[in-house]
Nanobody, 125 residues
C-alpha cells in the first residue's frame, strides 16, 4: 500500500484544515489507519486512529473534540478534519496503515506497516 497525504498549509489560530490520505496499490478497507504528527525537534506522536471494523475512533487527548478521523473505503481515502487549530498543532502530519494491530499498540508508530510522506501544517498565532 502506498500512502500520500495532502491538504496541509498555513492557517491562523482557530482555523480549520482537512487532511486527506490517498491509498494506492491495494484496497485498505481491512487495515487500521491512523494519523501521527511530528513537530520540529520532537518525536512522532499519535493523533488519531480508526480500526478496520470502523468502530469508535481513538484520539490523543490533545486533539479530542477538535479533530475528526474518517475514512471512505470506496475512495480508498483517509481524512483528518482539524478544527480550532492551535500553534502547538504545528507539525508534519503522516498517515499510516497497519494490516494487523492490537488495541494497546494503536499509539505506537512502529506498529504500523505503511507510511505516507507527510504534509506540513503550520498554525500561526
Amino acid at each position: 500500500v502506498q500512502l500520500q497525504a495532502s491538504g496541509g498549509g498555513l492557517v491562523q489560530t482557530g482555523g480549520s484544515l482537512r487532511l486527506s490520505c490517498a491509498a494506492s496499490g491495494r484496497t485498505f478497507s481491512g487495515y487500521t489507519v491512523a494519523w501521527f504528527r511530528q513537530a520540529t525537534g520532537k518525536e512522532r506522536e499519535f493523533v488519531a486512529a480508526l480500526r478496520s471494523t470502523n468502530s469508535n475512533p481513538f484520539y490523543a487527548d490533545s486533539v479530542k473534540g477538535r479533530f475528526t478521523i474518517s475514512r471512505d473505503n470506496a475512495k480508498n481515502t483517509l481524512y483528518l478534519q482539524m478544527n480550532s487549530l492551535q500553534p502547538e498543532d504545528t507539525a508534519v502530519y503522516f498517515c499510516t496503515a497497519s494490516r494487523s494491530i492490537i488495541l494497546s499498540n494503536l499509539r505506537v508508530p512502529s506498529s504500523y506497516d505503511f507510511w505516507g510522506r507527510g504534509t506540513l501544517v503550520t498554525v500561526s498565532s
